[in-house]
């Protein structure tokens, strides 16, 4: 996965977060990548937020939607 420093984090859009916050740069589970949007789905695995991580990150990565069962 790549490294996302502070700095950059900051920088990122209110729609590279699974969870944005009302603050520019912050928010939970950032899915700016496909690396970090898998994280995001298996961090959020179990947790109360998983349905609003896996609706934000296949709106954004449809390529990691499982068809079929698979």
């Known amino acids: 996965m790549a490294v996302l ?9 209110k ?4 969870i944005p916050s009302k603050a520019p740069g912050s928010g939970s589970y ?9 994280n ?4 959020s695995s179990g947790k109360p937020e998983e349905a609003t991580v896996k609706r934000a990150v296949y709106r ?6 499982k068809s079929g069962g698979k």
């Open 15 to 18: 729609g590279s977060f699974a």
């Open 40 to 43: 995001a789905l298996a961090r």
């Open 60 to 65: 954004k990565y449809p390529s990691l939607r």
């Open 30 to 38: 950032p899915i700016n990548d496909i690396s970090h949007a898998k």
């Open 5 to 13: 420093k502070a700095a950059k984090r900051k920088r990122l859009a």
